[in-house]
């Protein structure tokens, strides 16, 4: 895979896994469904555990790729932060739109 595939399958998995814990009621998408429904700081966990998930495909596709660059604090608070802007439309998706139930 070129180094510019690697980067949009980084991209594209990362916008996929920010927005799965507020898609669905599973417990990481493949467990069971909870009861009545999932909390937030349930949902917070989860976005925290894709975050690492998507940080290990990327670890992956560089270590594939070359050398490794050694990363400091700032790399994963701008990753992070990232995450969380990505992680938005399921936000809103659940929490900020009214539904018609």
């Not at 429904?37 to 949902?43: N, Q, V």
């Not at 990327?58 to 992680?87: D, M, N, S």
């Amino acid at each position: 895979m070129s180094l510019t595939g690697s980067v949009w399958l980084v991209i594209v998995a990362a916008l996929v896994a920010a927005n799965l814990p507020f898609v669905n009621h599973r417990w990481l998408v493949l467990g069971p469904a909870a009861a009545p429904r999932k909390p937030l700081a349930a949902r917070l966990a989860e976005l925290v555990l894709w975050y690492f998930l998507v940080g290990g495909l990327a670890l992956l596709l560089e270590r594939r790729a070359g050398q490794i660059a050694p990363q400091g604090w700032e790399f994963y608070a701008v990753t992070g932060a990232l995450f969380l802007t990505l992680a938005f439309p399921g936000f809103v998706y659940r929490y900020l739109l009214r539904r018609r139930d």
